[in-house]
């Protein structure tokens, strides 16, 4: 019997059981992106079927990690650019429960950058939402590894000499099977992307563009923008590696002239997750390592019976 | 000087098998039924460098290195570099017998390889064999291999010159070979052991030298096994199964041990991109339900002190092992040092509150592994094991005993799903996982996917159901009730202690020391009281919470103390007087920084130089600097 009756509940969940009843209200500015993120999540979970108590949401530092405070499931607010090693370890510890990670774009992309190109690698069963607004928030308003090339800001106050992370192109090239854009201003289409990630068998990348109203006047609020899946303008598989590398590049430099691309980019449904080549080769066991410790039956292996006769 | 032991050192280059090769003649001499103790000392590279592994063996219990060695085995470093003399580092191809002759005592035995080693390139070789009586036996063990075997065999053929010399019963090397050698290459490292002591006893009176391997009885059954072994199996028998790491010299020892194992028990090894990394995985697999542990090297663990901070405001349990090496920056990444210490007490910002273990055995890295798991969980506190390239890198015989105990997989305070319905929660169904006031300090945690367990956990100070808060009553409460935890840990510690002073009771002097030490510090204290001197040692292996009722108690019993330590800035000196702000003026420094270990007689030499007779020490290799007061 499972020590974690929360996990396959199958019954019917409402998207108000991820509000808190204390305290519901977030803290971010009037007009932020960040409340698209959490009204897109709430409406997913019911979609996936999965309940407060099975999901584990994993965040970062800066406005956006605070999606968790008013988000009712399990969480942890971590530090600053780590939310992924934690997340998939929680993920490999117990692969039953629904693992979301969330952070801002100098988060994932900047201080955690390299935690998101071995995440990705590893094709871990998990989902990662990286609130893009180009823009350091909580700090207040400095140039962000996402900012435009030229981009000014206190600590930038010549502009920045740097071009733009691509963060699609980086997810792909990372290894990521799963990679996608939206908007806080397209609800529906977030939501949509968000269910189609989450029930992914792999590494789910969203970079996510959240507008920022109060450090980021000058960028545009991500409107109108277009479905690159919908948008009869636009004609690629997104199971093609070479034509969705393609389409990222020109979402990416499309957005610095003021033209938004969104969609799905990038999939690959065959490639096993990384949980599933561990268990293949013997390195995740089959029952959830987190029951074992619940399991008052299990007989611990001792050190005596295996390893002392190698020494003798 | 004592010739009661044999101090075998074997000498090459890296590559070469030097390691391999006295393990299984350690292993052959403890079950000849001695007691052994291996000292290793390698470059940091992968082929060719000075390099040799001495293995003393002796009737009577032994706990360190020895002072000098009597047994050389010079095989040649087949890998040597540049072979001019002015090169900058030397004439690489003569080291094995050049570097190692400081050391060698009197009417030892040198036997060296003919045919990669040319005494000629070795200055004043001749005139330094005669004044110091050693034997020698040039023998071309190069050919001999290559004619029945392959060139790396020479190794084999050394043992068998060796044991031709000191007399050692051959048979439980071949028993030893015979486990470990697949067919192909068994039979002719065989017939290598036996023709090289055959050639002893052809070309040579084999009793010509003083020396003999002793004989001696073990009571009950030995294993061989080192620092790392024994910290891996604690953390195993404890219900670890999850291991984050990246390598570095010296940590790489237990990841790997730990890596090889966890597979087969149902467990998970990750090796990630960065410490950074490998200890936010032992803080998310702990988070999840399991017992995880991560750690690393000076440098690798400098990049831990994020998710160390993490793991003491989360109140995550996990265990971190720092394995020291010479610093700073990269150091020198194979050679000893205790300079970590303050580094590992301190690391990470605000009030730090975590539980941090030396040990100073083999016996105590397993028995502190154990400790380290339990006091992280019970506590939830991370708790660091730190050791350094010593205690890694010597094995020694240990009753097979002292590792027959049940496994404790328990997490602590851990709620099932029936006891989270009793516990409290808020209005809308999250759980109280921070709790003021509670025993110890320690309230309950649930676990993901548990139903009425849902909390949320945060780096930020929190209230009670682990939303941020910054209201100065609820700061103030849970700072609190966090640091509260240590009392309870030391007297969690003190009700098995395994602090135990050695020494006569009533003694005059005292010797403080940490961790890895511990054994050589033990030894120059019975050779100090043997020659008329009155003195004790304790090794202080908890530094924090620091035992401050025992360390008072010890120094207070002492005229003078001398501290010995592995570091320039004599480090636990000063958390010493720290913590108990007084005994200054007692407290004088040996302190020892090389790259090597300290031997049994520069302790001696130390405490009767300057501690006895309050004069200034001849050498270079240690320092003593004396107390300054409070």
Known sequence: MSAFSAIDDDREIERDEYTPGMEPQPTWCPGCGDFGVLKALKGAMPEVGRTPEEVLLVTGIGCSGKLNSYFDSYGFHTIHGRSLPVARAAAVTNPELQVVAAGGDGDGYGIGGNHFMHTARENHDMTYIVFNNEIFGLTKGQTSPTSPKGHKSKTQPSGSAKDPIRPLSLALTSGASFVARTAAVNPNQARDILVEAMEHDGFAHIDFLTQCPTWNKDAKQYVPYKDVNEDDEFDFDPTDRAEAQEMMQETEEKLYDGEVLTGVYYREDDRPSYQQEKQAIGEIPEEPLAERYFDEDYEWERSADLFLDSHK | ?630
């Open chain 2, 1 to 630: 000087m004592t010739d009661d032991e044999l101090i075998w050192r074997i000498a090459g280059g890296s590559g070469d098998g030097i390691a391999s090769t006295s393990q299984n003649f350690a292993k052959a001499l403890m079950r000849a039924g001695l007691h052994v103790f291996t000292h290793r000392h390698y470059p940091s590279r992968i082929r060719g460098g000075h390099t040799y592994v001495e293995v003393r063996a002796s009737a009577d219990p032994v706990k360190s290195r020895g002072d000098g060695y009597n047994f050389l085995l010079a095989l040649g470093d087949s890998f040597a570099r540049n072979p001019q003399e002015e090169a900058y580092y030397g004439n690489e191809e003569v080291k094995p017998l050049s570097e190692n002759l400081d050391d060698l005592r009197e009417g030892g035995v040198i036997i060296y390889d003919s045919g990669l080693v040319d005494p000629d390139d070795v200055p004043n070789f001749e005139e330094r064999v005669e004044e110091n009586d050693w034997h020698v036996y040039d023998i071309d063990l190069r050919t001999m291999a290559r004619e029945h075997g392959r060139e790396v065999m020479r190794n084999t053929a050394g043992v068998g010159v060796t044991a031709a010399i000191a007399g050692i019963d051959t048979s439980y090397i071949k028993d030893l070979m015979r486990d470990a050698m697949p067919e192909k290459i068994l039979e002719p490292n065989l017939e290598l052991l036996d023709l090289g002591a055959e050639h002893v006893r052809e070309e040579y009176d084999a009793d010509a030298p003083d020396i003999a391997v002793p004989e001696g009885e073990h009571e009950e059954e030995q294993v061989l096994m080192s620092g790392s072994d024994a910290i891996s199996y604690g953390a195993i028998d404890e219900g670890c199964r999850f291991i984050a790491g990246y390598p570095m010299t010296p940590w790489t020892e237990v990841f790997t041990i730990m890596s090889q194992n966890l597979p087969q028990l149902g467990g998970i090894s990750e090796q990630v991109e960065d410490e950074i990394a490998a200890a936010a995985l032992a803080i998310g697999a702990s988070h999840a339900g399991a017992k995880a542990m991560s750690g690393s090297s000076g440098g690798g663990f400098a990049l831990m002190s994020e998710p160390l901070g993490l793991a003491e405001m989360s109140e995550t349990p996990i265990v971190l092992v720092e394995a020291m090496r010479a610093g700073p920056s990269t150091g020198m990444p194979t050679k000893p040092e205790q300079g970590d210490l303050e580094h590992v007490l301190y690391t990470s910002q605000g009030d730090s509150h975590r539980v941090v273990l030396a040990p100073g055995t083999v016996e105590e890295s397993y028995d502190h592994a154990r400790k380290a798991f339990e006091l992280a969980y019970e506590y939830q506190i991370p708790s660091i094991l730190v050791y350094d390239q010593k205690l890694s890198g010597e094995s020694t015989n240990v009753p097979a005993s002292h590792f027959d105990r049940e496994p404790n997989p328990s997490t602590g305070k851990t709620l099932t799903e029936s006891e989270l319905a009793e516990q409290p929660h808020t209005g809308d169904g999250k759980f109280h996982r921070f709790q003021h006031d509670v025993d110890d300090g320690v309230s309950p945690r649930s676990i993901p996917g548990q139903e009425n367990g849902r909390y949320l956990v945060t780096g930020n100070e929190h209230n009670p159901e682990g939303h941020i808060s910054e209201d100065p009553d609820n700061r103030v409460a849970q700072v609190d009730r966090r640091l509260e935890k240590e009392a309870a840990i030391r007297a969690d510690l003190d009700e098995d202690s395994l602090l135990a002073p050695h020494g006569p009771e009533e003694a005059d002097y005292g010797i403080l020391t940490f961790g890895s030490q511990q054994g050589t510090v033990e030894e120059a204290v019975d050779r100090l009281n043997d020659q008329g001197h009155s003195v004790k040692a304790l090794a202080v292996n908890e530094l924090a919470p620091y035992p401050v009722e025992q360390v008072t108690e010890f120094l207070a019993s002492v005229e003078d103390a001398m501290v010995v330590e592995m570091n320039a800035s004599a480090q636990f000196r000063g958390l010493t007087q720290k913590e108990l702000g007084r005994f200054g003026e007692k407290l004088h420094s040996l302190l020892k920084y090389n790259g090597n270990p300290f031997e049994p007689a520069e302790i001696v030499e130390g405490f009767e130089t300057s501690i006895v007779e309050g004069g200034e020490l001849p050498g270079h290799e240690t320092k003593f600097v004396p107390a300054a007061g409070d």
